[in-house]
């Protein structure tokens, strides 16, 4: 068994969330308490106790999941990996009447399959609990009580429990959704990284399905993005404390809700009656306006430091010339409606990207599913840069 406990007795749980949103899920782990935080590709590492890890699954916006490793080990075959997961104690996790599923990873010589990991892994834990009881617990993929992940690096293995079940980017308020839909998770990570302070104005002019909308609300109210989960995964762990979990689920945010323009538009009729539906599923019907218009007849609000973050179509179902001659047209209205506003786009098209004819203030790399995507800020002064410096 793993025995990763610090002076404190916190123990070392590992996040995941997509590539480029290390640094700010870092800082959420930060303010949540965490301590010894390590920032790794694709993942944060850090030390808490059980309440934390509760926390973590409730308050995190920018984590996919919460894992607490509980085996480790050098594996050179199958035969050392089998012998090596039936050290640990399985009936002390879970028990015959629950039903277990693994995911694994595996970057290994030795090992070139991950379904097969997987199966050994398997193997040798149903063969511990048949020899104990004469009965075996199953294995159920889509909805199971127990969730387990391997991960086998060189000849470096990992055991994990998933402490999240579902994937935290399931938030439960999105019950329909746009084609392409973004990622709650990485629509929280573009928000924070955007900088907004929560107060000034925050549009997203070609909102969809209200994803981004709905994520910035949610940080402006203080709103948990687990609170309209119906379960976390460590609800059916045996040492779960429901108490714990309830003082969680009803303490004090620390933030009071304030009054702060959230606002959203997008050229479909479709999208928006998707959206409302979303906002509503959320109970953010007053805190979001959002109506059908083009982005190029909108026109935001003004604003010495308003937040505009947006995902533009990036033309995989449009002509070449057109999803160009859209992005200069979004760079025109940007020039010439939005003064005061700092803009955040996201997209992978960077030809498209060319025709907005702005000079990016910043940039970074964010991936949107498998695709490789720039998320760009663009600030727009009224006047010269040099005059507004000045």
């Known amino acids: ?8 007795n916190n123990f070392l749980m590992v996040a995941k969330t997509f590539k480029g949103l290390e640094e700010v899920l870092a800082k959420e782990l930060e303010d949540l308490g965490a301590s010894k935080i390590q920032i790794n590709n694709r993942m ?3 030390y808490g106790d059980k309440a934390l890890m509760y ?3 409730f308050h995190l916006r920018t984590a996919l999941r919460v894992l607490k490793p509980i085996g480790e080990f050098k594996v050179k075959d199958e035969h050392e990996l089998y012998k090596s997961v039936q ?3 399985w009936d002390e996790i879970f028990s015959l009447k629950q039903t277990f599923a693994i995911d694994s990873v595996v970057n290994s010589e030795s090992f070139s399959h991950s379904k097969y990991v997987a199966l050994k892994v398997k193997d040798a834990i149903v063969d511990q609990f048949r020899e104990k009881y004469d009965k075996r617990p199953f294995v159920e993929t889509e909805d199971s009580d127990i969730r387990l992940h391997v991960h086998i690096s060189h000849d470096d293995c990992t055991i994990l429990m998933d402490s999240s079940g579902d994937s935290l980017h399931k938030r439960g308020y999105r019950t329909k959704a746009t084609k392409a839909p973004l990622n709650e998770v ?3 990570g573009m928000i924070l990284n955007s900088g907004w302070d929560k107060k000034s104005t925050f549009i997203d002019p070609m909102c969809g399905s209200g994803t981004i909308l709905i994520e910035a609300a949610m940080m402006a109210n203080g709103i948990p993005p687990g609170i309209y989960r119906e379960k976390f995964g460590f609800e059916n762990w045996k040492d779960f404390d429901a108490d714990l979990f309830e003082d969680i689920q009803e303490e004090e945010l620390g933030t009071e809700a304030v009054e702060v323009n959230v606002l959203g538009s997008d050229v479909s009729e479709i999208a928006i009656r998707i959206a409302k539906q979303n906002i509503e599923n959320a109970s953010l019907s007053k805190k979001i306006n959002i109506l059908i218009k083009p982005i190029e007849g909108y026109n935001p609000p003004q604003s010495e430091n308003g937040v505009v973050v947006t995902n533009p179509p990036y033309g995989e179902r449009i002509k070449k010339n057109e999803i160009n001659n859209f992005y200069k047209v979004l760079g025109d209205r940007f020039k010439k409606s939005f003064q005061g506003y700092s ?3 996201i997209s992978n098209n960077l030809d498209a990207i060319k025709n907005v004819g702005l000079h990016p203030t910043q940039k970074m790399t964010l991936f949107n599913g498998p695709l490789e995507c720039k998320f760009l800020e663009y600030q727009i002064y009224e006047g010269s840069k040099k ?4």
Do not use: G, H, P, S
Request: proline share 0%; net charge negative.
């Open 1 to 8: 068994m793993i025995n990763k406990v610090d002076e404190n």
């Open 44 to 46: 944060v590492e850090f």
């Open 55 to 57: 926390k973590a699954n």
């Open 87 to 89: 050290t640990i104690e």
């Open 186 to 188: 990485l629509a929280a």
């Open 343 to 345: 803009i955040w786009m």
């Open 387 to 390: 005059e507004k410096n000045q």
